[in-house]
Structure formats: C-alpha cells, structure tokens
C-alpha cells in the first residue's frame, strides 16, 4: 500500500550525489549575495558543495577549500558551469594555520576580498567512548573546533577586522542531550556552538556577525551514511522526527545563505536548528546505534 502523502510545505529538491542541481528555484533574490566572496571549508562535497552551489546561484564568488584538492578542482569546474561565477579550489588543513594563511592570501590575491567565511570542515563516526582512541578524540577536535577557530582567526585578521564580514558555523544538535556514541563530535561541536556566541560579541564592534546552523539527519552526504541515516529510513522513515523526514542539503543552503546575507542583518550569536525538531523527540537509542556501529565496523573489516 502506498504510503499517504505528506502535509505541508515540500522540500526543496536535491541530489543524493555530489553533483549539482539540475534545476533550482530561487527562494531569495538571486542577487542577494551579488559580487561577494564565500570562503567555505570543506566545500569540495556534501554540504559545503551545496552551500558554494546555492550561493553562487546568489551571485557570489566562492573559494572551496579542504585537503583534496583532486575533487576541488572536479567541484569547482561543476559549480562554475551551472551558476556562471568564479570558484576557486585551494588545499588547505584547517588544522595548520600556516596552510590557512596561504589559502587567504591566495584569495585575497585572486578575488580582492572575503565577505562570507563558512566553517564546515568536519569529522565524525559512530563509536562508543570506552572504544574510542586518544588519538580519535583528538583529531574531530582539531578539525572540528581548532579547525573553526583557526580559519576564523586567520580571516578576521587578515580581512574582517577592517572591513566587517559574516560567519557561520555548521554544528550538530549532538551536545544538546548527550547522544550515544557521539562524545568526540558531541564535544567539538558544543565548543563551537560557545565560540558563535564569544565571537559574536567580541567581534561585533567590527561589523562580524557569527552564527551557527545545526542540523539533524541530512541526505546525500557522508556523515548521513556513516552515521545511520539510510537505516532510519527502512525501518521507519524517521517517525521521531516531527517533519518525518531527513532534510537534505539544499535547506542547509538555505539556511546558511539567510545567515550570511542582509536577509539577517541584526541576527549574531545564534543557534538555527535545521533537524525538523529531531532533537526535541528523537529516542536515544543506545541499543540501536550499538548494533550499527557494530555492523559498521565489520563492513570496514
């Protein structure tokens, strides 16, 4: 039998692949973000790809930037092709400074200036605490909120503090009610989530605004995979989740574009969940994740 349609608004459509979108309708202007940078982290793929999609469908410039720069340059021929505008791939670790300075150097040389810094580099996986290394635990931290305040650093000193600018922070609701299996990730993202507010306040004088977007399950990307999602879908298709959905990477985009843009001009410090109020009901199933993780671990066997 087939399932009854869902009630209210439709999402907005996407691709589970690393590939474009074959149509898009503008929800904004399309020249919200006119002749502005982008300077995304981890913009190669999953949502940052989307994100540097999505805004420069908006008329922005976007510099991608992570270790692979392979798929860098696959991303930015892609992204240039179907928006018209500039993207410029650029490796880069967020967790060494040095490679981060290079990289906003070479922006500034190339493109003049930055308007939007994206912080979306990330690491995450299933595992209990008591089966986490050191080591693990210590690597999500430096990607995840070294990671965040490295670039954010560099980019204020080197353009922000004299010109104003706008962050936003991809985080997790992962710290909101101490998720099973999540402590690394969990932990990284709470310190970010601080960071939004600390620099928000510090940084306001200059003209930065700083914000976070947290999302739930979102489709089509790695961490949707490794972190149980599709199985969600099987079994249930997500009953906990008020929207009974995942969400998926064109309304991160979105989200994140009404952060950096005007549409948002006295909105700092802020938390946008973007989880169709996933955190408010969703079970924490520590038996479930187990078993996954598990299941996960014999699969990379």
Request: charged share 20%.
């Amino acid at each position: 039998m087939a399932k009854p349609q869902r009630k209210g608004e439709l999402p907005p459509g996407d691709v589970g692949t690393d590939d474009c979108l074959t149509s898009y309708t503008h929800v904004y202007s399309p020249d919200l973000l006119k002749d502005q940078v982008a300077f995304i982290t981890g913009g190669g793929s999953g949502i940052g790809l989307r994100i540097a999609e999505i805004f420069m469908r908006h008329g922005c410039d976007t510099v991608i930037a992570s270790r692979n720069l392979d798929r860098l340059k696959e991303a930015a021929k892609k992204l240039s092709a179907v928006s018209g505008r500039r993207c410029l791939p650029l490796r880069m670790d967020v967790r060494q400074p040095e490679s981060i300075i290079a990289a906003v150097d070479e922006t500034l040389r190339e493109l003049g200036r930055i308007d939007i810094l994206i912080n979306n580099a990330a690491g995450n996986f299933l595992c209990p605490a008591v089966s986490l290394s050191f080591n693990a635990f210590k690597t999500v931290m430096e990607i995840d909120t070294m990671g965040t305040f490295n670039t954010s650093k560099v980019v204020y000193e080197k353009w922000f503090q004299n010109h104003g600018g706008n962050i936003v922070n991809i985080s997790a609701t992962l710290g909101y009610r101490g998720q099973a299996l999540q402590v690394h990730a969990g932990s990284a993202k709470a310190a970010n989530d601080a960071m939004t507010k600390h620099l928000a306040v510090e940084w306001g004088p200059s003209g930065v605004r700083v914000n976070t977007v947290a999302p739930g399950p979102i489709s089509g990307t790695e961490g949707y995979r490794r972190l149980g999602g599709p199985q969600g879908e099987v079994v249930g298709d997500f009953p906990s989740i008020p929207l009974q959905r995942a969400g998926n990477k064109t309304e991160l985009a979105h989200c994140a574009l009404f952060l950096a843009s005007r549409a948002s001009t006295y909105v700092t410090g802020a938390s946008l969940v973007a989880d169709g109020g996933w955190w408010l009901t969703s079970a924490n199933d520590l038996s479930m994740l187990s078993g996954y993780w598990s299941s996960e671990k014999k699969r990379d066997k």
